[in-house]
């Protein structure tokens, strides 16, 4: 008889064999910088979020270099809106100057800049609008400009999430033609038109004033689809590529992770986090056990790094139990 139950016998037996593992390395933490002075807005729908502005940052960031995570992605909440979203390519935006701030209090901070214009648009969708329709070529240009200011900023890497056909090879174009040749992209390449997203609108004020997201994001449905945008980034110069959402979509991470020779990142976006939270609250789970089941789903199906507002919590959850160990 084959015996599997003989490297189960004790949590040292399994610690040995476990094939993967979660590290605070791995995780990106998401950050909301919004324009003002003396905000720390709480996020109704997503407990422990907060929007921060520049000058309450410290207190986020100190947070995050106390729990051991080394990245974020930033995300700018700004003042003003207009249907052409120019605060998102302003050299002196939120975001912008969110960036600055971040690295010069916490350099050793990797800055991930997320890069869209629904934030900045009066219509909140993703690109330029003309008579009800989304223009992707049109909205290039101003993805393209975004992407440069905030390198000029200081930012480590460029993270693309409007879902326009061709945004990465004119992002990339852009960059190198200022000088940012060494300045990755990492392309929300598979983005799916999910309703898990919501709290997220809630947190950046960027829900659509108008229709829905399908016509430029991923209609669910669609696997092989996701590969074909995943290697179209690469071809265009994407150095990582995104699955997002994570949970409902672990399929799609794994047929990516087993195709592409870049790292694969994925998003365990707002509603993830917030079904956690609610179902936590009520006292039904066990947030810490479920929390780190759900990462590990995301390690074992190919992710190489995950996005995740839950990161703070569970590197100090990790830190307990290797210090049980």
Known sequence: ?????????????????????????????????????????????????????VDTLPEILDQVLESGVRALLVFGVPAHKDPEGSEAYNEHGVTQEGIRFIKKYAPELLVIADVCLCEYTSHGHC??????????????????????????????????????????AVIRQALDGAGFINTPVMAYSAKFASVYYSPFRDAAHSAPAFGDRRTYQMDPPNGKEA???????????????????????LDVVKDVSQTVRVPVCTYNVSGEYAMVKAAAAKGWI????????????????????????????????????????
């Open 127 to 168: 690109g330029l609008v003309r008579d009800g329709i989304i223009l992707n070529d049109e909205t290039l240009p101003l993805l393209a400009r975004a992407s440069v200011t905030l390198a000029r900023a200081g930012a480590d890497m460029i993270a693309p999430s409007d879902m326009m056909d061709g945004r990465v």
């Open 1 to 53: 008889m084959e015996r599997m139950r003989r490297l189960r016998s004790s949590q040292r037996m399994r610690t040995l064999v476990q094939e993967n593992r979660l590290s605070a390395d791995e995780f990106i933490y998401p950050i909301f910088i919004a324009e003002g002075k003396g905000i720390k807005e709480p996020v109704p729908s997503m407990p422990g979020i907060f929007q921060w502005s």
């Open 286 to 325: 066990d947030e810490r056990r479920v929390v780190l089941e759900n990462l590990i789903s995301m390690k074992r199906a190919g992710a190489d790094m995950i996005i995740t507002y839950h990161a703070l919590d569970a590197a100090g959850w990790l830190r307990q139990q290797q210090g049980k160990d």
């Open 227 to 249: 590969l074909r945008e995943c290697l179209a980034d690469i071809e265009e110069g994407a150095d990582i590529v995104i699955v997002k959402p994570a949970l409902a979509y």
